[in-house]
């Protein structure tokens, strides 16, 4: 089976504008992670993340039985249920992944062993972690070969991935989901779809309200153009709320956002040692 380094043998491009110099040298320090090499890099480690940064970690979900068993072991009855619910077999690698991977990840951070660690899901199916020492604010997406997970403290963040496809509409998709200034924008923009797409996911998920926000209600029209970083969120039912966003140019024919609530953080790609 092709591992992680075959399938990258090359390094992720810079980023797009609204980075500085300081961000762009992680970028090209970034490989999507195999099983062992989530384990090798958290395994009696701690780590901390304070509140000016957010930590940013690149998986792979290309592996062998030997690598998967790296993630199952760790996962609850529920997690392993779960996954095994998937048809395809790329499905289920996703979310032995996500979850495991996750789980791993946390670890390092809270000191709890992985497969101690106990989820909550909110009102919004958003999950968070119980009774650990220091509160970490986490995010989770998938597509494709890769899974994106953010990590902060003091703040909520949201990240999404995706991977470009041909055999999807854009126009009537963006003529359903976006507003009428992104729509514009869209139709002078080559490969300008799934930016949108994943700056609009990643601030829902950081709100943790998932799609009970229209995603036209959000405009990210400033954002893409690199005219901002910030956003004012104006939904039914919530107050304000000012999120940052970044977009992420990590892997060719991938589109990544992450989004923060309240001031802008210091992106750290990990692992950094």
């Given at each position: 089976m092709t591992t992680a380094a075959d399938s990258?043998?090359?390094p992720p491009r810079a980023w797009e504008p609204n980075v500085n110099k300081e961000q762009l040298r992680y970028a090209f320090a970034v490989l999507a992670?195999?099983?062992g090499q989530v384990r090798e890099t958290t395994f009696n480690r701690t780590r901390k993340c304070d509140a000016k940064h957010l930590h940013v970690w690149l998986l792979s979900a290309q592996m062998n039985a030997a690598?998967?068993?790296i993630y199952q072991r760790v996962l609850s009855g529920d997690e392993r249920a779960r996954s095994d619910q998937y048809v395809f077999e790329i499905d289920r690698a996703r979310s032995i992944t996500a979850r495991g991977g996750l789980?791993?990840?946390?670890?390092?951070?809270?000191g709890v062993p992985p497969d101690a660690l106990v989820f909550q899901e909110g009102d919004y199916g958003k999950p968070?972690?119980?009774g650990t020492p220091i509160h970490h604010e986490f995010n989770v997406s998938h597509s494709g070969d890769y899974i994106l997970i953010g990590i902060t403290t003091g703040a909520q963040c949201g990240v999404d991935i995706e991977c470009s496809r041909a055999d999807i509409s854009e126009k009537s998709i963006g003529e359903s989901f976006f507003c009428p200034r992104e729509i514009q924008?869209?139709?002078q923009t080559e490969k300008g779809f799934f930016r949108l797409w994943t700056i609009k996911e990643a601030i829902l998920k950081a709100v943790g309200r998932g799609l009970s926000i229209p995603l036209s209600d959000v405009d990210v029209t400033d954002i893409v153009e690199g005219r901002a970083s910030m956003i004012s969120l104006r939904a039914s039912g919530l107050p304000s709320q000012q999120l940052w966003l970044q977009e992420l140019t990590l892997v060719d024919d991938y589109a990544a956002a992450v989004a923060?609530?309240?001031a802008a953080r210091e992106i750290r790609l990990m692992p950094e040692d």
């Open positions: 990258l043998s090359a992670m195999s099983p690598e998967r068993d789980r791993w990840l946390l670890s390092s951070y809270t968070s972690v119980l924008w869209l139709r923060v609530v309240g």
